[in-house]
């Protein structure tokens, strides 16, 4: 499985949002906490903001939150909303592929691949990954 940048900025610009749950963050303060390219992170928090992930608000005091709380927003929800697919063979989803010869069977391994990913994508939350690193370092 190939994890994009995209896909990999989203989740870590979830993941500061939701470390930070009583307040509203910029898109500037995101790109210097996670170190992220702030006019990318902009396009990526409009998509995650359409697949109502996020929230936003305008003014001096405004920015970017959690549209729904951390434990109901899978990483899965997150890699969807900003690239679509979570696997792909070719550009193509796992199900449309087929292949003839000796290759026969090897579609059903994608596929086997694309719903082991997608069960754990869809089955770890936002709140599973910082609650991991609370664990993790003895406190938030």
Do not use: C, F
């Amino acid at each position: 499985m190939h994890i994009s940048a995209r896909n990999d900025y989203a989740v870590q610009a979830m993941l500061a949002i939701a470390a930070l749950p009583d307040s509203s963050v910029t898109t500037r303060e995101l790109a210097t906490m996670q170190n992220i390219p702030a006019t990318y992170l902009s396009s990526i928090l409009s998509d995650l903001r359409r697949a109502g992930l996020l929230k936003s608000r305008s003014g001096t005091d405004g920015g970017y939150g959690l549209a729904r709380p951390a434990g109901q927003i899978s990483i899965g929800d997150i890699m969807r909303a900003v690239s679509g697919e979570l696997a792909s063979i070719r550009s193509r989803p796992p199900h449309t592929i087929s292949y003839h010869g000796a290759a026969t069977h090897l579609p059903a391994l994608w596929r086997a691949v694309h719903a082991a990913t997608s069960e754990l994508l869809d089955n770890t939350t936002l709140d599973d990954l910082l609650d991991s690193r609370e664990r993790a370092t003895g406190g938030p």
